[in-house]
């Protein structure tokens, strides 16, 4: 796996002695320098980590940080500041924007290597994020579920699922493709994160399913609000004539055309009672249970337990 790791460092003196650091492992680590004014366009590939030289930069470098932290898709992406202002409430400052490290000047080689290789390999070990949506993946799924049934909690599990979503990617292609899954990842996060933030966790299986654990009484007007919309803006993705006519054409293996509708978002809602569910196991099979009703509905609906709303 190839870990990007973006350096904003103006004059490039930072990026030079990382790939000496890191000369026999390059082909694992890619250093890539972005420029300040091209650090937006530049967070829509979501690197494993960022480094900002704060000395070569011509920011405000806590209202940098806050802007980076910001931007949806790395809002968890983890940055370390390296900078020779040792100023104790411009350290604390910088640190309050969720910077994970500020590292003084002048840097020691050593503990420079090892914390980037530490940071991007714990990242790796735990699959912590999914490198397209950033957010966290099926080891800290099953870490959250877990924790949760020990705590003897009663919960609200929602597996989320597109539909028609490999007609969209013939179609379309899977760049586009990875798009409309960052897109989904966004909406559902605008919406759960307006929740309280302290009962509130979204994962992102793989592919185009992911998972969010909420408070049991919570999901009706949030599966609502996420497909309203999710139905209103996956149009974009789409030119104007799939649009108008509301489906795709594909062939099929036999070179037969075939006609798919937009993609739209299946909920699959499951109230979790530890007293009921005692295995992460018995949790995903009655939520794919219910998930294959949601997806027997044409067009995005949402399905709670063995209910259908």
Do not use: W
């Not at 898709?73 to 983890?78: A, E, F, K, R």
């Not at 500020?102 to 530490?118: D, G, Q, V």
């Not at 099929?252 to 007293?275: C, M, Y």
């Amino acid at each position: 796996m190839v870990h990007e790791i973006y350096i904003i460092d103006n004059n490039n003196e930072l990026i030079e002695n990382l790939k000496e650091s890191f000369k026999r492992e390059l082909d694992e680590f890619h250093f890539k320098t972005v420029q300040t004014a091209e650090i937006e366009v530049a967070l829509k590939n979501i690197p494993s980590l960022i480094i900002i030289d704060e000395d070569t930069t011509d920011v405000n470098i806590v209202e940098f940080c806050k802007s980076i932290r910001s931007n949806e898709d790395n809002s968890i992406t983890p940055i370390i500041v390296v900078s020779s202002n040792r100023d104790r409430e411009h350290v604390v400052n910088v640190l309050k924007t969720d910077v994970e490290y500020y590292i003084k000047k002048p840097l020691h080689e050593e503990y420079f290597y090892y914390t980037i290789k530490n940071i991007v390999g714990l990242l790796a070990k735990n699959r912590r994020v999914s490198p397209l949506t950033g957010l966290p993946g099926n080891v800290q799924i099953q870490t959250e579920m877990k924790k949760r049934l020990l705590n003897k909690d009663t919960f609200a599990m929602l597996y989320f699922d597109l539909d028609n979503f490999k007609a969209y990617n013939d179609v379309y292609g899977f760049a586009n493709g990875d798009e409309i899954i960052k897109f989904t990842a966004r909406t559902m996060s605008k919406h759960i994160h307006q929740l309280d933030s302290s009962e509130s966790f979204i994962g992102h299986i793989g592919g185009d399913d992911f998972v969010a654990i909420i408070a049991p009484t919570d999901y009706d007007e949030l599966c609502q609000n996420i497909i309203a919309e999710f139905d209103k803006l996956v149009v974009d993705f789409y030119n104007e004539v799939d649009v108008e006519r509301g489906f795709v054409e594909v062939a099929n293996r036999r070179g037969i055309i075939e006609q798919f509708p937009l993609t739209s978002i299946s909920i699959a809602v499951l109230e979790v009672d530890s007293k009921i569910y005692k295995t992460t196991l018995e949790i995903g099979e009655v939520a794919g249970q219910i998930k294959h009703k949601a997806k027997a509905v044409l067009g995005s609906t949402y399905v709670i337990n063995k209910r259908r709303f």
